[in-house]
Structure formats: C-alpha cells, structure tokens
C-alpha cells in the first residue's frame, strides 16, 4: 500500500523513516523531508481552531508526478507522513485514515513501553512489523 | 436569476430536430407564426391553409411549444370591422387551432403606435412569449436530461462512445452557462471527467472498453493546454469526429473547467486543479500504456504549467497573485522540474553542448508541438516561445532555467517553504555542478546541508556532504574538501567503498610533499575520532615533582581503514598552584577519590542535531575554602556548561565551520607517536614526567597525519592532573593521648620526605632535654611509605646517644615518601616547689581543699620538654615541645590526737592508667635529731587504680623539744600496673612538705550540763555549757609574738574564744566570744561558763569553740582605717574574722560579741585576731554528743524524713 511510511519528531528529526526496499530510499527521504513544509504549513492554519476539535488527518499534503504525500500530526507535534504511489488508485481517503490511524496506535504502544526513550529513534520490532505490514500489500 | 437568450429564426422544416437530437442549443424552442391578415377571405384563402400546413408540420415532430401572433393594424381595421364585428380573425383562428389552448393566440395591437394600447398589447405579447419560451425550454431541458441518462445508462452496451456522450453532456453545460448557472455548468464537466477517469482506471484493471483504445493512440502532439479561447472548437470538433487523444481530450475539458472557474473567480482552483489534470495525465497514460515520446510528455506539462499561470495572473492583479503564490507555487516547481528534465534529455546541460543525438530529439520534440497558436503568436513570452527558445540553446536553456528556477525558490521562500526551496536549490546546485560552475552551486548545497543537519535528516545529509564534496574539490578548496571527505569517511550511510575511496583522497592528500611545509590543514576531530575515555595512573590524577604520569585514553577511530598518525598531541594548559592548602599531605590523601577514569560523552552527531543543540545543565557542587585552616568559606551550585547553554543560537547552526578550530601552541604537550590507528576503539598511552608543580589542565587533542591536523578544540568534561612539590617536614606526635610523665611514654616521629632524597647517613640530631630521657630500645624500626601510602620498605632504626645529643639515622629513602618510626621517652620527674602547701594545714587546709577540687577538677600538673631537632634538610633546628603529665596529685594533712601528731599524705591518681605504688617513704630532710617518723602503713606495695586515692599515715616522735617547723619529702616508688616489666628503673615520685607549729599548746574541752535538777537536757530550756581551755606546754618558741605579755617572770598571752554552732542547734544565749589572759604555763586552766539552748532533740554535737590569738593593735594594721568608720562599720570589722558565712540563728548571740568588742575597745584602734594553727589547738571534746530529749509541752513535733 504505502511506500514509505516515516515517523518525523516535534523537531522535525525522523524518528522512524521506511521505504519499500525495491526503491530509492534517499528519493523517498527527501520527498518526506520536503512534505514538512506543508505540514507545518497545515498544522499553522490549524492552530487557530480548538485543540479538541482539530483533526490530526492532514490529508494530501503534496501530490507528485508517481506519488501522493499524505500526513498526520499527533497532538504532541508528531508526525506521520506516508507516501503512496499514485497510480494507487484503489486506495481513497478513508483507507488512508486507517492506516494512518493504525500507526497512530503502534506508536502510542511505543511510546507506552518503558524503556523507551521519547525523542529516540523507533526500534520496536512490533512498530516494525507493523509498518511492513501497510507496506507489504502493495505487491 | 436565470438568463436566457434566444434567437429568432425563420421557420424552415429542416430545422425542426429529428428524432434523437442532441443539440439543445440549437434547439427550437418555440414556434411563432405572425400574420397581419385582417380579412376574412384572405385568412380563408391562404393563412388558414398555411397555418394549418405549419401546425401540421410541427405536429409531426411532436413539437407542441407554438404561437400565433395577430398583430393588427388600426389603419386595416377600420375599413373592416364593421363587415365583421364578432367573428374577428382572432377568434377565428383560435377556433380553428388553438380550441384547447386559447392563450396560444395573441394579438399585438398597433405596434408602431405610442398608445396605451399598444403598451398593453405588446406587455401582453412579451409575458406570454416568455411564459411559453420558458415553458418549452423547461419540458425539452428535461427531456434532454432524461435522454442523456438514459444515454449515460447504456454505457456497458457496446458501441456506447464517449465522444458521443461527451457531446451531449456538453451540451447541458453550454445550456446551463448560456443560463450563467456556471455552477451547474461546471457539473456537468466535472461528471464527465470523473466518468473518463474511471474508465481508465477500470482500464487499467483490466475491464477495457472499446471506445477508450482510440485515446490509446500513440501521442504525437504535446503543445498543452489552451486557455485563453472559452471554446477550443478544433479540440472539441475533434473530440466529435471521436479523433481526439487522451492529452486532447483532457485539455478540452480542462479549458472548459478553467473557463467556468475564472467565471465562478476561482483562480487558484484552477491552478490546484491543473497540478492535479498534469499529474493524472501522466498517470493515466502511463497506466493507458500509451505510447509516448521520450520528452513529449515533459513539454506538454511545462507549457500546460505555463499557460495555466499565464491564464491565472491574466486575470488577476499583482497583489492576489502575491498573496496567493501558495496556490501557483506546485505549478512553477512543475515547470522547472520538467525543463530541467528536457534540459538533461536534449543534452543542454552537459558541459559540451547537445551532441547530434540530442538534436534530433530537439528537433522531434519541438515538430510535436506544431506552430504556434495564432492567439498567442502575438504574446512575447508565450508558453510556446519559451519552450521553444529554451530548447533551441545551451545558453538561452541556462539562462531559462535559471529564470523558472529563481522564481520557484524565492516563491517557496517567500511562503516559508524552505526545505522545498532548499530542494529546488540542491536541482539548481547539480546543474550548476554539471555546467561546471561549482562556485555557484557551493552555496545552495551549504545551505541544503545546513537544513540537513539542523533537522537531523541523515540520508540527505549524506548525500547533500557528497554533493559538496565533491563540489569543493571542484573549487579547491583544500581545507573544506578535506574536512568533508573526513565525515563522509566515517558516515556509516555510505557503502563501505564509498568510505574508504573519501578516507584515501585525506590519506593521499595528506601524504603529498607539501609545497609549504610547516602548513596544516586544521580539521575538527569528531569526524575522524572521537575521544571515548581517559585513564590515569595514578588514579588520584596527582603526581610529585619528578614523577611518572600515565594517560591512556581510548580513541575510537571514525575510519574505515587503519591510519598511520604521525603523532597524536595533548596541549596542556598550564597553571601554577596557588593554593598553598594543596601542598600539603593531607590534600594529597583526600583529594581526588575517583578511580581516575574519565568518560567522555559519546558525540551525538549528526543524528539529532536539533536535540543536542540545548545540552543538559552540568550542575556541581563548589565548595571554596579558606587557605589557611580549611573552613568552609563559600558553598554553591556552578553550571560547568555556561558557555554552550548561552551561546547565540545562530553559532550553533554554523556545525561545519572550520574556522573555529585553531590549533593552540603551548608550551606543555603530551605525545605519543606514531600510532596507528585501527577503526574502532584503541588505546593511547601518554607518559609524562612531571616537572614543574602546578595544575595541568588537557585542552586540545591533536592527531598529525602528513600535513593533516586533526584537532579536538576542547577536551571536555575538563580533565586536569596536578603535579606537587612538598618541603621535607618532620612531624612528631605521641601515640597516646597525652603523654605520661615518669613512666616510659611512645613518640611517633613521621618524616615527609617532600623533594628532599634521605642519604645514606642523614641523620636526625635531638639535643636532650635535661630532664626528657629518650629511651634507646635495640628493635626500633623505621617504616617508609610511599606519598600514596604504599609500604615500601622497613628499616631498623640505628640511635646513638650521647649525653647532649642524641642522634638517629633515617633509612634511605628516595623523595616523596614517608618514614615513620616511633621512640620511647621517658619524663623524669621533676621535685614541685618546696612547702607550696604548707599553711593549708588542719582545718581550713580542708576547706581549702575542697574548693580547689571544685575548681581544677582532674587536671594535671603539666610539664613542657622542647627538643630543638636539627633535620638534615635545614639548616636551622626544628623545636618540637612534648607536653607530659604528672599522673599523681599529692596532698597532706596534720592530725592530732592530744599531744600525738600524725601526718597524712594522699596520693590521687589522675590518669587513666592503673600504677603499683611501691616504698612509700616520708623522711625529715632537715634531719631533726630526736624527731622520728614511725610509719603506719601495712603495706609495700598497694596498687591505685584510675582516679582513685591512697592514703600514707605517719606518726610523729620527737623526744626533744620539737622544732617548729619540719621539712618532709615523701618518695614513692611506681610503676604502670599493666606492665610486666621495665627496661629501666623509674624514679620515685617525691612530694616535699612543710609542716608547722604541730605541737599542740592548748586543749579544749567543751562540756554541756542539763540545767540542775534535770537529768538531761530539754529543747527550749537553757543549758551550761561549760568550756575548758587548758595550756599543755610551757613557754615555747611559737609563743613569743606579740600577744605575749610578762609581768614577773610569768608569762601570758591572750586568747579570743567564740562559740559558734554552725549546724543551728543551739542558741548561744549572752556572750557568746570573751577575751581570756591565759598564762603561759603549762597545767594554766581556764574556764568559761555560757548558756545555751538547744533547738531540736536527739542527740546534738557540741558547738564550736574556736579559739584565736588575741593580738594588740599594731599601727601598721589599723592606719588604713579611723576611728568613724570603725563605729560606723563595726558588724564588718567583726565579720573579717568571723565565720565567711554566718547563720540566721546565731545573729542574735553574734551581735552580743560585737557590743562587747565594742564597747570594750571603743576608742581604741582594732586588735587584730589570728587563728591558732590547727595543729596547736587540740579540741578534746570534738565529736561528742549530747542528748537532747524534747520538752513536754512541746505541742509541736516536727518530723523531718530525710
């Protein structure tokens, strides 16, 4: 489904960044890094409206010749950004809040584990596997 | 508000829609037949014919939307209307045609005319006519929709063609914008372009239709969209011959989608909807498999890009566009990402030039995009032109890109973008790179990277520091090129070739002669190495002036291969101690407990830079204490880490600047060379013979390799060792608390030898105090320690003594350790002062006693020795003073029984210590003859423990007459208890006493009768006491004074008597002193008669009687004080001999005595009294008792429970 899945800090540092292997994972690193600017530009238009109210789905943050960039902020200023090959065109909107949703909940269990360090890189293996799975139905 | 135009047109038959129309704009919505007839026959002959014909005709076609129209003319009428009056033409032909619908028919009356009926008439005709219009134009619109879903609905039929569809749906739209309902318009072009889209998907999944193959057509033209007619009637005229590409059709629809959005004013969909149209048409034809030319694609996005925001800031002013960039920004970046694309295709960016190849790609791109439009032929900057004088050269291609590409970075800035400008930036950078011109491109790569690294992205930032590198090699700048291909060597996201192949152009680099020699390359360390920890040894990081100082420190090397470092350099500060406290050996056992390992934190770069950029608080006790005796002056909490935490933010961000290392000279390095360091950890080991004293503090980490430095600018957390240097110092102390006088006490002598070398034969000289022995013992060992309190080595102790000097040699011992050895002395006992004590005898010698202990408590007499020591490292003597003790307290006392005189001594044992008292002896030393002192102790031999005393009683003899004074020393022989035995034998402890006037001259005798007729005594009723007074001894020595008075040959003295009950348990009633003459003879009796009460019963002790002499005024004594004052003051005058204290009770006989003393020397000047010594005075009847039974009216019985 997703060709790259990337965990992005309050700091704008990746704390957990994945691309399919098949492809150029420095092209993806960039796409990502580059999507930040329409996230904050988002999460900036946002911050007028309540905290409770406001939606963490960013939706399309950019879309590109081959991929659609979509995103997803935590309320602690995390984000979740996922790439997804645009001739993907089985996959609407809402699926799109599920996966993200999902991973929204894998990385609450991170955080949740105590020997884990907020603001470290993500090495759970659980968080891991996860991604691969949202990432494995492409093929 | 719906707008509707229409057209009038002659009626001809072939216009009328056949079955199955599709055109609605051309569709005729209403029929009008207009005649001006007015005559009967005329309308007979010919209109009602021709009427007839037309409504026949439109019944054909089922057209039911029709009108007559009678116009009527004033003029005509009047000839007929009176042939005719009720059957008008009017209602003829609404009795003819219009039998159901009469409001088909209508009459316009007079038009030309300005009459209030022709207004009328003609406001009639207009209503109707749109009534029916709208009328007829609802009912067909419907239809029409209702056709065409009937239409949509056979989709899966085969045969069904969108083009066909395409149409008739358009056709709605035109409607709906004719109408200027934009809105619905917009719909319906929406609705068909989500159709088309779903059949290319379906395509794509495999469910093709058969119509979608003809847009599969290979692409052969790419000139973009078209917006600047409403109508792009080739495109749609071929989009109905069904001719049209996918590309065609797109941009037909999307012309027509921006048309109703700029109408609708919305621009900046149209740009959003375009980025969008622009992707999915790539998308769609690769997903269509179309096939295209390489580069055809790329055009037709760029001018489409182009003629989109051409069409946008058309139609609208500056301002909106500025402020909406974030709309138009995708589309710029579009634009230039697909020029640089054609740029690469075409071969305008290599530094050669196209080569023919390239060309023939040109040439067949720009004969896709065919001739220009004739509506933008006239336009400077059109899309087309651009493109195609982009394409035509290298320079105007640079001078194009440059242009789109400056554009989209300061857009993308101006919005806040800046990671996508640093993006588009690093696309120029690489162009730039390609043309070479790598002075330019060096700037968006720095600043790529700096976004890079602020927010820790370590993919990119590799790949951007690979970029750079090898850009700066490009430009030549060494040093740059250098410290980047440093971090790209240890950048674990490079392969491992990659790593090695940057590592060796730093190792080729470095090992080229170097034309300047003496030049360095300064680079920052933590890319090549990073510091992990440091060892010291000794631990305590602190060595002596000329000791051996070890650092080993860990280096994990950052390189993929092993390097050989010329040297590896340790700059030290150097600062010289200020603090005397630290030199001395104290300082050296407490400071510094760690185990002398210290870590350094692990570098955290380059992965999050953002969160090391604030490192934690490094927070410290500090403690500051005073020079001189080590008080705790001041105490507080200092950050070590001021300096990072309050650094401007920017400086943080500047991480790969070179100009902030600086290699610092100094006068103290450490090295270690050559080295070879392999990739991971390795040790180093540092060795430094400590020279001058001070504190050394590590600063900078250098590692040589060529002319490559590679420099770690702080050593930090800091790391410091000191290096002391120590004075030779002698220090003696006892073992004990304190030491012991008479008894063999131990010294422990500890020699510091500082910088000082003890040689063979140095030797302590002590010169002897005169009454300090120090005792010589044959096993006495000398141990030496090192300063950190390691045993080294023990030595016998070689003494010789002579009587002035004795003198120890030390054992060899090298600078900077310690001997200590311990020595016995012994303090002889020195004879106190002679009859110190001696009138403190008898009773008020007790008293006296008795306060002194109060007072001094267990404190004991103390002597001072002082030893000048001469060291062998001085010139000048060391005095040490020893302070010892004297265990014993020495006290006597006189006793007498009668005329038998005894002598007692007490010896009190102060110390802690038990001793064996051994040959007491008390001898006269002024060697009376006729004197004997007869011992009365038992024993020889009598331990005294710890704070407690022993008593020596001796009774004294004489057979002469006895002098009046003797001289006695009293000797006693002791040893520690505890110990077995003594090497040497100690000395007697002596005490001298003078004992005086011990011969007994008066006794005393009290005696109380009970009152006559009684047998004993009662409370309240008064006694006899009955006082003797008797002289035992004729005239003596001791009596001539000048109490003593002689009348014929008979001698006598006075004497004062007071009887005084301290206790309270009598009153002296009447006089309770006189003043008797006695003679001075022996047998001479005096007696005296005194009533006395006793106050309680039981068995009472007998008052005081005290005896004085009784001295006759001396002038010397009272000329300090006259006659008034004696009056005035005459209780004081008493007082002064009296009791200290007096009691209450015995005021009363007390005030008697002083009545009696005055009157009797009223006048006179005050004779003085003097106690008898105690030993003159003998008081037989002291401690006898008397009874006293209560009286027996004595209601009262006081009980007093103790």
């Given amino acids: 489904m997703a060709v790259c899945i990337a965990v992005i800090a309050k700091e704008n540092y990746p704390l957990y960044i994945r691309s399919t292997p098949t492809e150029n994972e420095l092209k993806f690193h960039y796409m990502v890094h580059t999507s930040l600017d329409m996230v904050d530009e988002k999460i900036s238009a946002m911050g007028k409206a309540l905290v409770d109210q406001r939606e963490l789905y960013l939706g399309l943050l950019y879309p590109t010749e081959d991929y659609k960039v979509y995103g997803y902020v935590t309320n602690s200023k995390v984000k979740f950004v996922m790439v997804v090959d645009s001739s993907n065109t089985a996959l609407r909107d809402n699926e799109i809040r599920s996966m993200f949703r999902k991973l929204h909940n894998s990385y609450t269990d991170v955080m949740c584990n105590p020997f884990y360090n907020p603001g470290d890189r993500i090495q759970s293996r659980a968080f891991d596997n996860m991604v691969t799975s949202m990432m494995i139905q492409v093929c | ?1202």
Avoid at chain 2, 38 to 49: G, H, I, L, P, R
Avoid at chain 2, 234 to 241: D, G
Avoid at chain 2, 848 to 855: A, F
């Fill in chain 2, 1 to 1202: 508000m719906i707008h509707l135009e229409s057209n009038f047109v002659q009626f001809k038959e072939e216009l009328l829609p056949k079955e199955g129309n599709k055109a609605l704009l051309t569709f005729p919505f209403l029929h009008i037949y207009w005649t001006e007839c007015c005559d009967t026959e005329v309308y007979k002959a010919t209109v009602k014919d021709d009427l007839t014909k037309w409504q026949n005709v439109l019944k054909a076609h089922s057209s039911v939307d029709w009108l007559i129209v009678i116009v009527e003319n004033d003029a005509k009428k009047k000839n007929k209307t009176n042939i005719l009056p009720r059957t008008s033409i009017v209602d003829k032909i609404r009795n003819d045609f219009c039998n159901k619908q009469s409001d088909r028919c209508v009459v316009l009356s007079d038009p030309l005319k300005d009459s209030s009926r022709t207004q009328e008439s003609w406001n009639a005709f207009l209503t109707k006519l749109r009534t029916l219009l709208l009328m007829s134009f609802t009912k067909n619109l419907g239809k029409f929709e209702d056709d065409m879903r009937t239409l949509r609905e056979k989709r899966t039929e085969p045969g069904w063609s969108f083009c066909e569809y395409f149409m008739v749906q358009e056709e709605l739209a035109f409607v709906f914008e004719m109408l200027q309902q934009f809105e619905d318009a917009l719909v319906q072009y929406d609705e068909l372009d989500a159709l088309f889209s779903q059949y290319v998907v379906n395509f794509g999944a495999g469910d093709g239709a058969n119509w979608l193959t003809f847009f599969c057509q290979p692409v052969k033209s790419w000139n973009g969209l078209i917006l600047r007619k409403p109508i792009d009637m080739e495109k749609r005229e071929s989009i109905q011959r069904r001719e049209a590409t996918l590309l065609d059709l797109r941009s037909y629809l999307f012309s027509r989608q921006c048309t109703l959005l700029l109408f609708l004013q919305r621009p900046w969909e149209v740009a959003q909807r375009a980025l969008e149209l622009l992707h999915n048409c790539v998308q769609e034809l690769k997903l269509l498999e179309v096939s295209v030319p390489p580069g055809a694609l790329d055009c037709w996005v760029f001018l489409s890009c182009l003629e989109v925001l051409q069409r946008i800031e058309g139609c609208c002013d500056r301002a909106q566009i500025d402020s909406n960039i974030a709309h138009t920004v995708g589309l710029w970046s579009y634009a230039t990402e697909k020029l640089k694309s054609l740029g690469y295709l075409c071969g305008l960016v290599s530094e050669k030039g196209p080569n023919s190849e390239d060309l023939n790609r040109t040439v067949d791109l720009l004969a896709g995009l065919g001739a220009e439009r004739p509506e933008t032929a006239n336009t400077a900057q059109s899309p087309y032109k651009k493109l195609k004088e982009a394409l035509s050269s290298v320079e105007a291609f640079e001078k194009h890109y440059l242009d789109l590409s400056h554009a989209t970075i300061e857009m993308y800035t101006s919005i806040g973008r800046i990671r996508s400008a640093k993006f588009v930036g690093k696309d120029l950078a690489e162009f730039y790179m390609r043309k070479k011109a790598p002075q330019k491109a060096e700037i968006y790569l720095q600043g790529a990277l700096k976004n890079y690294l602020a927010e820790g992205w370590a993919l990119p930032i590799t790949h951007t520091r690979k970029q750079l590198a090898e850009c700066q090699k490009h430009l030549g700048q060494i040093e740059n090129y250098l410290q980047t291909s440093s971090l790209l060597a240890s950048d674990h996201h490079l392969t491992e070739e990659e790593r090695k192949h940057f590592c060796q152009e730093i190792l080729d680099f470095a090992s080229q002669p170097s034309d300047n020699p003496g030049h360095k390359i300064v680079l920052p360390m933590q890319s090549f190495a990073q510091l992990r920890d440091l060892h010291f040894d000794p631990s305590n990081a602190v060595v002596h002036v000329g000791g051996v100082l070890c650092i080993e420190i860990t280096m994990y090397s950052q390189m993929p291969v092993p390097v050989h470092v010329e040297q590896i350099v340790v700059n030290v500060h150097f600062s010289i101690e200020k603090n005397s406290y630290r030199k001395t050996a104290e300082w050296l056992t407490k400071h510094k407990t760690s185990n002398g390992i210290v870590n350094f934190p692990p570098e955290t770069a380059p992965f999050p830079v953002s969160q090391n950029s604030l490192p934690a608080l490094e927070l410290y006790e500090m403690f500051e204490r005073s020079p001189s005796d080590n008080s705790l002056n001041t105490t507080g909490i200092i950050c070590r880490n001021v300096h990072m935490l309050l650094r401007r933010q920017e400086s943080s961000s500047s991480l790969e600047m070179p100009s902030g290392v600086a290699l610092e000279e100094g006068a103290h390095v450490l090295r270690c060379s050559p080295v070879t360091l392999e990739p991971g950890a390795n040790q180093i080991t540092f060795r430094t013979q400590a020279k001058e004293p001070g504190t050394y503090t590590l600063r900078q980490l250098c590692a040589s390799v060529g002319s490559v430095w590679f420099v770690l600018p702080h050593i930090y957390p800091i790391v410091q060792y000191d290096v002391y240097s120590q004075e030779p110092q002698l220090h003696v102390e006892p073992l004990a608390d304190s030491l012991l006088a008479g008894i063999p006490q131990k010294v422990k002598f500890t020699v510091t030898t500082g910088h000082y070398t003890i040689k063979n034969g140095d030797s302590l000289q002590l010169s002897n105090a005169e009454a300090m022995l120090i005792l010589c013992q044959a096993e006495s060992r000398a141990m030496v320690y090192s300063n950190t309190r390691e045993q080294s080595s023990d030595a016998a102790l070689r003494i010789q003594s002579s009587d002035k000097v004795t003198s120890i040699s030390l054992p060899v011992a090298p600078a900077y350790h310690v001997i200590e050895f311990e020595l016995e002395v012994l303090s002889l006992p020195s004879a106190p002062a002679l009859g110190g004590e001696s009138d403190m005898l008898g009773m008020a010698e007790s008293h006296r006693k008795h306060k002194d202990k109060q007072k001094t408590g267990h404190c004991m007499v103390t002597t001072d020795h002082k030893v000048s020591i001469d060291c062998p490292w001085s010139i000048y003597s060391t005095v040490i003073a020893l302070t010892f003790s004297v265990p014993f307290r020495t006290t006597h006392a006189l006793l007498s029984s009668g005329t038998r005189k005894y002598v007692q001594v007490c010896v009190q044992n102060l110390s802690e210590l038990d001793f064996q008292l051994s040959d007491s002896y008390l001898v006269d030393t002024s060697d009376s003859t006729g004197l004997q002192l007869v011992p009365l102790n038992t024993q020889s031999q009598q331990p005294i423990y710890s704070k407690q005393s022993v008593f020596f009683v001796w009774e004294l003899k004489w057979t002469e007459e006895p002098p009046p004074s003797l001289h006695c020393r009293f000797s006693v022989g002791f040893s520690p208890a505890s110990e077995e035995q003594l090497s040497i034998s100690l000395k007697p402890y002596t005490y001298e006493f003078k004992v005086e006037n011990f011969f007994t001259l008066y006794n005393v005798k009290a005696e109380i009768f009970p009152p006559s007729g009684m047998e004993y005594c009662r409370t309240g009723s008064l006694c006899s006491l009955e006082v003797l007074i008797t002289r035992l001894s004729d005239l003596l020595e001791v009596d001539k004074d000048e109490a003593l008075t002689e009348s014929d040959e008979h001698f006598s003295t006075k004497l004062m008597y007071e009887v005084v009950d301290n206790s309270s348990n009598w009153a002296v009633c009447g006089k309770s002193c006189g003043v008797i003459s006695m003679p001075v003879a022996a047998r001479a009796t005096h007696r005296v008669h005194m009533e006395v009460m006793p106050l309680f019963a039981g068995y009472l002790p007998l008052p005081d009687v005290r005896l004085f002499k009784y001295l006759p005024h001396h002038s010397a004594h009272s000329s300090q004080l006259d006659a008034d004052s004696w009056i005035e003051n005459d209780s004081l005058s008493v007082d002064k001999h009296g009791d200290d204290q007096p009691d209450s009770s015995s005021l009363k006989s007390r005030g008697s005595v002083h009545s009696a003393c005055s009157s009797e020397h009223k006048g006179l000047p005050m004779p003085r009294l003097q106690a008898l010594p105690a030993g003159q005075v003998f008081n037989s009847s002291s401690g006898t008792q008397v009874l006293v039974i209560p009286s027996q009216d004595d209601h009262v019985l006081e009980v007093s429970v103790t």
